[in-house]
Structures are given as C-alpha cells and as structure tokens.
C-alpha cells in the first residue's frame, strides 16, 4: 500500500487509494483537444492548471498524478478529515467543480448521501451548462454511487422525493458496460427544486 509523509511519520491512505482509482478512472487517459481550453490533459490533469508543458502531461504517470491529487485536491478539500464513503465524494466534487464548491455543499453531520443530492441540486441549477454536460455529469455521479454502496458497488439507485411522493430512478441504460439495473440499496434523497423533469431523461 502507498503511504504518505507526514512529518516524518507515514500515513496510510486506503481511503484516498480507492478515491483515486474511481478519479483516474472517469478522468480518462491524455487527451489533447484542440478546442479544449485546458490543453493537452490526462487523468483530468491539466496543462492550464499545472503549467507543466504538454510532454509533461502526455507522459504523466499515475503515481505522480496520485500526489498531486492528495497535495492539490484531497487535503485542501478536507476529504482527509472525513470517513468513507463521504470522503470520496467531497473529493470528487471538489476536482469536479472545484474545492470552495465542494466545502459550500457541506454541512456537519451530513451524510455521503444527502451529499450527493445537494450535489446533484448544484449541478441542475447550472441550467444552461446542464443542457450540453447534464448527461455526463449524471453518469459520473451514477458511477459515483454505485463505487459508495460497498455492499452491492455494481448497483446504484436515486429516490426522489417530491412532495408526499417519491420516484425510484435505477440506472438501467448500459453506459460503457458499467451500468445496470437491479436491486438497489443505496438512496439519495433530493429536495424539489424542478430536479425530477431534469433527471428523468436519463433512466
């Protein structure tokens, strides 16, 4: 297992090792868009954000992108302080949307569940982004989900709730052989905010 430094001291980071492998995983390898104002990028590492120059980044190893994730994102975003699965998915919200987002969504207390929701309320209120990304970003979160529910990861599930009523969205739709239907475990309850015309589309 890798360990971190900490002042002389080791640390292990199971937590982090997992939430790293999820990152990498819907980050994707290098990918040099010429549209992309971020340049060339890999394992959602980008040009404009390190200033590394584009060999840099096209031979970038995971054990490097690995610290500078645990520096950049999984430390300043206070992952480090919290348990699983919540801690990954501060992480992922902060390298997603950035790490003030991330800590403005978080409440004390607050469950890895109810984290998500506000989460997913965040993101469809981005009306014009949702419109052209929304499809992307609920897959992420779907394959989010289903890495959080420990005890059956290849399911997820997202109750609505509405007013006295509640929906149940399993992710039926293959996405990259990774996503399928079944008996679910894991819930997330989402506030009425005009979120259930936006997700519907996508089970």
């Known amino acids: 297992m ?4 900490v002042r002389g001291a080791t640390m292990p980071k199971q937590d982090f ?3 790293f492998e999820f990152l990498i995983k819907v ?3 290098f990918v040099d868009h010429p549209n992309d104002p971020g340049g060339p ?3 959602g590492i980008t040009q404009a954000t390190t200033g590394w120059d584009r060999e840099t980044i096209k031979n970038l190893t995971p054990e490097v992108a690995k610290k500078w994730y645990f ?6 975003s206070g992952a480090d302080k919290l348990p699983w699965p919540l801690n ?8 997603h949307s950035g790490i003030q987002t991330a800590k403005n969504h978080y409440t004390p207390g607050m469950s890895a569940n109810d984290y998500v929701a506000a989460r997913l309320n965040y993101l469809t209120s981005l009306t014009d982004l949702w419109e052209h990304f929304g499809r992307g970003w609920m897959r992420r979160i779907m394959k989010l989900m289903q890495v959080m529910d420990d005890e059956n990861p290849e399911y997820g599930l997202i109750q609505v709730f509405e007013g006295d009523k509640h929906y149940n969205y399993y ?3 293959q996405t990259e052989g990774e996503m399928s239907g079944g008996k679910a475990k894991l819930m997330v309850r989402i506030e ?7 997700i519907r589309q996508y089970f």
Do not use: C, M, Q
């Open 71 to 76: 520096d950049n994102y999984w430390k300043p």
């Open 88 to 95: 990954l998915a501060v992480f992922d919200f902060a390298v």
């Open 2 to 5: 890798l360990s971190y430094g």
């Open 17 to 19: 090792e997992k939430s």
């Open 171 to 173: 992710p039926v739709k």
């Open 27 to 29: 980050e994707g390898g």
């Open 41 to 43: 990028t890999k394992f």
């Open 192 to 198: 009425p905010r005009g979120i259930l015309e936006k």
